[in-house]
């Protein structure tokens, strides 16, 4: 949903530098993919995820996905009211944080197990079933016009969504492992 005060704006490498936090939101570039902005986040998350495994323990990553969802709704926050768009599909950090939350939170899991984790995150983001529809509609009716809060709140927004499909991933998993 865009603000009807001005036009959007367009994501692009010179908005991303323009910002910390726009450079944050939008995935350390992954969010500018012209395809599926949001698989590319997920993608670099994992990525990222592998890559830090080595230095990391549990309170390292409690502390950084800790860390990670705070920042994001602040980046998330920023990055939204200077596109004028309560929730555009560039900002990805909701996807880095929530996916290395349903990664942290699944280790030891070997690279199958992460792949069906990486799938059924992207299905729950992206068709948005159940709880994940309910909490990415819950601030799309915020108006930047008349409330003063209304850019926390998509914010705010960007990043629950998120966080209610990586709990549904991590819940489907969690069935499939006691099944087995």
Do not use: Y
Not at 101 to 120: E, K, M, N, R, S
Request: with cysteine; proline share 7%.
């Amino acid at each position: 949903m865009e603000s009807s005060l001005q036009a959007p704006v367009r994501p692009s490498a010179r908005f991303m530098l323009s910002h910390p936090a726009h450079f944050i939101a939008l995935g350390f570039g992954s969010g500018l993919s012209p395809m599926a902005p949001g698989t590319a986040g997920t993608l670099w998350a994992w990525a990222a995820f592998v890559a830090l495994q080595p230095w990391m323990n549990d309170l390292r990553w409690a502390v950084l996905i800790g860390l990670s969802l705070a920042v994001g709704w602040w980046v998330s926050t920023i990055t939204a009211k200077n596109m004028r768009v309560l929730d555009p599909s560039c900002v990805v950090w909701d996807e880095v944080a929530a996916f290395w939350l349903v990664l942290w939170l699944i280790t030891p899991a070997g690279f199958w197990v992460q792949l069906v984790a990486f799938v059924l995150f992207r299905f729950f983001d992206a068709v948005k079933p159940g709880p994940v529809g309910w909490a990415d509609q819950l601030f799309h009716g915020v108006r930047p016009d008349t409330d003063p809060a209304a850019w926390r709140k998509a914010g705010f927004g960007i990043m629950l969504d998120d966080v209610v499909a990586a709990a549904c991933t991590l819940l489907v998993l969690a069935i499939w492992r006691f099944f087995q």
